[in-house]
């Protein structure tokens, strides 16, 4: 399984990004997708994750409300972020997994993309 994400970038506090991940998987509309991040120093954490056919979500409490995960049928799952602060600052990943029973945590991806930067100053 191979995860390409892209999207990140420089912004400034309250702006916007949208975050890209393709998989070239078979599998991908059997696949739950979810969103992580690590900052320097600390550990990878969740932010998002989406079921199947996108119609069920999870977010993490620092994104509710400002982040927003979807999904298409094909390929692509995306993270549209909103009112961006520098506590967001951090290296995205996304990642693909099988069951929705461990999707906020790491261990319930079996796939993991590359990862894109994020940056927001201040």
């Known amino acids: 399984v191979q995860l390409q994400a892209s999207g990140g970038g420089l912004v400034q506090a309250g702006g916007s990004l949208r975050l890209s991940c393709e998989a070239s998987i078979r599998t991908f509309s059997i696949r739950i997708m979810g969103w992580f991040r690590q900052a320097p120093g600390k550990e990878r954490e969740f932010v998002a994750a989406i079921g199947r056919r996108g119609g069920v979500t999870e977010y993490a409490d620092s994104v509710k409300g400002r982040f927003t995960i979807s999904r298409d049928n094909v390929k692509s799952t995306y993270l549209q972020m909103n009112t961006l602060k520098p506590e967001d600052t951090a290296v995205y990943y996304c990642?693909?997994?099988?069951?929705?029973?461990?999707?906020?945590?790491?261990?319930?991806?079996?796939?993991w993309g590359q990862g894109t930067q994020v940056t927001v100053s201040s």
């Open positions: 990642a693909a997994g099988y069951d929705r029973t461990d999707w906020s945590r790491p261990g319930g991806y079996d796939s």
